[in-house]
């Protein structure tokens, strides 16, 4: 026998092995682009591949059949935009996933639950047990405490994992629209009795000049609380409707198969699931693990400072009124002054790329000077407390270029779900989380987790938030650019309260910047009979 006959051999002695896998896994995927059942997309696969094998061992040259399988399997997933790249892939492929092995036989089964085996240890060799849950969900802030919430409500067993003990505090300035009352009405009395809301119903925005206006309306623009009372209010609420909870779980890395994927822990252990959905924040794990970025770059992020202190420290002027100084001294950014029932947020936020670029020293000295300043202005009184300062990073470069993959859907911070324009995050990681979960039920209840199954999920969000996301970065990029052109838009808007309620509701994402374009554009070339003719350019060209 010589030796390409005998390398024939042995690839074919092998195919009773290879094919039944190479079936099981494609099968899926075939049934799902195409509409079979998985059986009979099986079959006409197995009769495909019987086909070809022939062809592939006349002209094989002493390649092994099986690794020609192999590759061609690869390029299939490809297409689906799945596991597997093509090599220096483009920038829709996703790149190679790690495998799903190595998870105990044996596994333990969840605290508090001993009908199901939940947790399973790394054991080199074994294979997959079955999944704790259907869904695994990262991150137990708005978006997957939603997420987890909308799930359970539904009956699909749901875990969720998070690196922190609650209640735990939250960088961050804590001012949500009051929309989310109308967005979640399920949750409106509940929040309001768990949780201290202070209502906000005027907004004093001032520009780099010091030029400002008064937004006043019946009706509140914002809600102010602390993130340390609302995430724990709504990861309980997540507890009471039947999601199971693992606090202090930090993810590392994401390991697929065929059949599942899993979550493992720092410490080891591996949470398997059908899905998993990431909200584990602007630094998170479970987009880059799923091939969906390779986290956000510098001129996508925002450093932000915050310090929430109590009113015996520092106190606002006026409790009703919400202080935003956009284009802060003329940098691309701005300062806030959020007051709450028994404290005060105030903080000073720039984009990460100019922050490295221009300016120096360490972050709280940035924040000091701001509320030095605000306390000049008037808008303060009391001193900075630094024991309560933290400084974060916040995605404002817009949304992830693709927000799912194969069994992975992303929300929240961490698929960069924020206005660009005021960095409010907390409403749209709400409304991801509850549409990323409602998009799972749906693709479980098919039997079909692939990403073309979960690509729903995209026009969900972008049919309900895309252009107000949209908008807010047009508005973000052209004001931060010329940070001097804030004052002639407030200036403009001082003068004509439509104007500024106009402006006000789309900053709230509540009035579309583009179906407006025409009444703004009428109501800015109205400030050139009173400013001249250069503020009425800038301020047309502005929109």
Same mark, same amino acid.
């Given at each position: 026998m010589t030796r390409r006959e005998a390398t024939i051999f042995v690839s074919l002695a092998g195919l009773p092995f290879i094919v039944p896998h190479v079936v099981e896994d494609f099968a899926g995927g075939i049934a799902e682009r195409v509409g079979l059942a998985t059986g009979a997309a099986a079959f006409l696969l197995g009769g495909y591949l019987a086909l070809q094998v022939w062809g592939i061992v006349g002209v094989g040259q002493g390649r092994r059949v099986g690794w020609v399988i192999t590759v061609l399997g690869e390029r299939g997933l490809d297409r689906r935009g799945g596991r597997g790249?093509?090599?220096?892939?483009?920038?829709?492929?996703?790149?190679?996933?790690?495998?799903?092995?190595?998870?105990?036989?044996?596994?333990?089964?969840?605290?508090?639950?001993?009908r199901r085996a939940g947790l399973a240890r790394v054991a080199p060799g074994a294979r997959v047990v079955r999944p704790g849950a259907d869904v695994v969900v990262v991150g137990g802030g708005p978006a997957g405490a939603m997420a987890a919430m909308t799930l359970a409500a539904r009956g699909v067993s749901t875990l969720l994992l998070d690196k922190k003990r609650f209640p735990r505090d939250k960088p961050c300035g804590g001012g949500i629209r009051y929309g989310v009352l109308r967005r979640f009405p399920a949750l409106a009395d509940y929040l309001r009795t768990t949780v201290e809301i202070h209502e906000i119903r005027k907004v004093r925005m001032?520009?780099?000049?010091?030029?400002?206006?008064?937004?006043?309306?019946?009706?509140?623009?914002?809600?102010?609380?602390?993130?340390?009372?609302f995430d724990a209010a709504l990861l309980a609420r997540a507890r009471a409707v039947g999601a199971r909870v693992l606090e202090a779980v930090r993810v590392t890395d994401l390991l697929f198969s065929a059949d599942g994927v899993a979550a493992r822990a720092v410490d080891g252990r591996v949470f398997t699931a059908r899905l998993v959905i990431g909200a584990d924040g602007v630094n998170?794990?479970?987009?880059?693990?799923?091939?969906?970025?390779?986290?956000?770059?510098?001129?996508?992020?925002?450093?932000? *400072?915050?310090?929430?202190?109590? +009113?015996?420290?520092?106190?606002? !002027?006026?409790?009703?009124?919400? /202080?935003?100084?956009? &284009?802060?001294?003329?940098y691309p950014g701005y300062g806030y002054v959020f007051p709450k029932r028994r404290h005060v947020d105030a903080g000073v936020g720039f984009l990460l790329s100019f922050f490295k670029e221009r300016l120096d020293g360490p972050p709280y000295e940035h924040h000091a000077?701001?509320?030095?300043?605000?306390?000049?202005?008037?808008?303060?009184?009391?001193?900075?407390?630094?024991?309560?300062?933290?400084?974060?990073?916040?995605?404002?470069?817009?949304?992830?270029?693709? *927000?799912?993959?194969?069994?992975? +859907?992303?929300?929240?911070?961490? !698929?960069?779900?924020?206005?660009? /324009?005021?960095?409010? &995050?907390i409403y749209h990681a709400m409304v991801t989380g509850q549409l990323a979960a409602e998009t799972a039920a749906d693709a479980l209840a098919r039997g079909r987790c692939g990403a073309a199954a979960l690509a729903s999920y995209e026009a969900r969000w972008r049919r309900e938030i895309g252009r107000e996301l949209a908008d807010s970065l047009r508005i973000q990029r052209r004001l931060f650019a010329r940070p001097a052109l804030v004052d002639t838009v407030i200036r403009a808007a001082a003068a004509d309260r439509r104007l500024c309620r106009l402006l006000a509701r789309v900053a709230l994402?509540?009035?579309?910047?583009?179906?407006?374009?025409?009444?703004?554009?009428?109501?800015?070339?109205?400030?050139r009979f009173r400013r001249g003719p250069s503020a009425a350019r800038r301020l047309v060209d502005s929109v």
């Open positions: 790249p093509r090599a220096g892939g483009s920038r829709r492929g996703l790149p190679e996933r790690r495998a799903l092995r190595g998870v105990g036989a044996r596994a333990r089964p969840l605290a508090g639950d001993g001032e520009g780099p000049s010091g030029a400002s206006l008064l937004a006043e309306s019946d009706e509140p623009f914002y809600l102010t609380l602390r993130r340390t009372e998170g794990v479970v987009a880059r693990q799923a091939g969906l970025g390779g986290g956000f770059p510098v001129d996508a992020l925002a450093i932000d *400072t915050m310090e929430e202190t109590e +009113l015996a420290e520092l106190v606002p !002027a006026d409790p009703d009124t919400m /202080y935003v100084a956009y &284009g802060y001294k003329g000077r701001f509320l030095a300043d605000a306390r000049a202005r008037g808008v303060v009184a009391g001193n900075s407390n630094p024991k309560n300062f933290k400084a974060y990073r916040l995605p404002l470069g817009g949304p992830l270029a693709r *927000t799912y993959a194969d069994r992975v +859907l992303v929300c929240g911070d961490a !698929a960069g779900f924020v206005n660009g /324009y005021t960095g409010e &995050g994402g509540e009035e579309d910047l583009r179906r407006r374009k025409f009444e703004l554009v009428v109501r800015f070339l109205l400030a």
